[in-house]
């Protein structure tokens, strides 16, 4: 059944068969480099798009509050943030997201040596190495990168960095070059291939700090292999509605449910559109839904489904429906992603019918992105209960610090953070877990819409 996959996750016990996440906490640094009782550091993701343009992997960094400004070129500082941001993806649990997506973890060469290094799993990992100037490439470090590699595990380094004679040696060792593209310099960004390419050909190129959908496709041009930055849920050309017929149906068939529309009815609007049907059936025949004999018929599919579960694959739909599919899976990843972490921390606070509204504020708060339509424009084409629409627009009302949250995870803002995590009476040691959970049910469920 669909509540079994959407609760596979779910920090809602009587809704899982899987105990619930262990409690995060970070790892604790000595009390000179951070003050005794501060709480403890949130992750943040960014994801990172193939060649395909949908998610390949995640890279993970810690947030730091406004008053933090530490010089990440001294050694006790370094180790510290590497320690802190090991241990709270081991806590998190990566292990689980690994295989399926690639993690781009940053650390200092020095910390290739940590004990927990030994243990981690090498699958989909991607040491990010964080090479300054004054850096050392020895030959204990070449020794120890020669077996790591050995193990399975992947490395990345700046482009800026590698191209210095003194880090030369290192490039034989890495599977990915990172490069800033945030000036969209075609000559400077053509110039830094050329040079890597010269030093080592071969190489995988990450293009990071894409700003905007133009940039990102003059780095596909130039065969950079993964692509992150701003430009995957930029609103640009909202002037420039993708709305089509068969999001027009979607939008229908969703004001039809929130309505109250009888079965016969609603399976009548399916009938007259052959492909959204057969994406109804594909949907609940998916493993995901568990269910025990194959459904051929759409009554039957929308029985299974119930009107709440339909509203969201509705929703779902709304994402991948369109004409045009640039980004869209991307954006419906991220979306997932939002609505899921904003209904696990309503928890029990809130009862179901308003953590499922509040995960719908979630999709609905990136829908703006893939119909490229202001969001006042599209919530005048659907009926939603005055509470999601409150939380979206102007950021009020009881959704709004949940959905606010969500996104806060997507952005480098500690403080903002822990004062929506007091205001909804969780701990910030809960957010990694849930995040992380977030992560893995996204991923799966969007292969299935």
């Known amino acids: 059944m669909l509540n079994r996959l959407v609760g596979m996750w779910s920090g809602n016990r009587e809704n899982t068969v899987a105990p619930p996440p262990p409690r995060v906490e970070a790892v604790e640094p000595q009390p000179a480099a951070r003050p005794a009782g501060k709480a403890p550091s949130v992750m943040r993701r960014e994801a990172m798009l193939g ?237 995901g839904m568990g269910l025990m004999n194959k459904i051929g018929g759409i009554e039957q599919a929308l029985m299974v489904m119930g009107q709440d579960k339909l509203y969201r694959w509705l929703t779902l739909i709304l994402f991948t429906g369109g004409q045009t599919q640039e980004l869209d899976q991307a954006v419906l990843e991220n979306a997932l992603v939002r609505g899921r972490v904003a209904e696990q921390l309503a928890g029990r606070a809130l009862f179901a019918k308003a953590r499922d509204e509040i995960f719908v504020a979630g999709l609905f708060s990136l829908l703006d992105v893939v119909m490229h339509m202001p969001m006042e424009q599209v919530l005048k084409q659907i009926s939603l209960p005055a509470e999601i629409t409150e939380a979206i627009v102007s950021q009020r009302g009881p959704y709004a610090p949940y959905l606010a949250l969500a996104i806060a995870c997507e952005q480098d803002d500690q403080s903002s953070i822990e004062a929506l995590a007091k205001q909804i009476g969780r701990d910030v040691a809960d957010i990694n877990g849930v995040h992380m959970d977030a992560l893995l049910w996204a991923q799966q469920l969007s292969g299935d819409v």
């Open 51 to 287: 060649r395909d343009q949908r998610v390949a992997g995640y890279t993970f960094m810690l947030r730091r509050t406004a008053d933090e400004h530490p010089d990440p070129n001294l050694p006790d500082v370094q180790r510290l943030y590497d320690e802190t941001l090991l241990g709270n993806l081991q806590r998190m649990d990566i292990a689980r997201l690994l295989g399926q997506r690639l993690a781009f973890v940053p650390i200092s060469p020095a910390t290739l040596d940590h004990p927990l290094i030994g243990e981690w799993p090498a699958t989909g990992t991607v040491w990010l190495l964080n090479i300054d100037a004054r850096a050392t490439v020895d030959a204990s470090l070449l020794a120890r990168l020669a077996e790591l590699k050995t193990r399975g595990f992947s490395f990345a380094v700046q482009a800026n960095a590698a191209i210095r004679p003194e880090h030369h040696a290192l490039l034989p060792h890495m599977d990915y070059v990172v490069m800033d593209v945030s000036s969209e310099d075609i000559p400077a960004i053509t110039a830094q291939i050329a040079a890597v390419s010269k030093l080592a050909a071969g190489k995988r190129l990450v293009a990071t700090d894409v700003q905007t959908l133009e940039a990102f496709h003059m780095c596909h041009k130039l065969q950079f292999a993964l692509f992150m930055g701003p430009f995957i849920t930029r609103r640009e050309n909202l002037g420039n509605p993708v709305m089509g017929p068969s999001r027009a149906k979607v939008l229908d068939l969703m004001n039809r449910v929130r309505t109250g529309a009888e079965q016969p009815e609603l399976a009548a609007q399916f009938r007259h559109d052959p492909a959204l049907s057969v994406r109804l059936l594909r949907y609940v025949n998916s493993p």
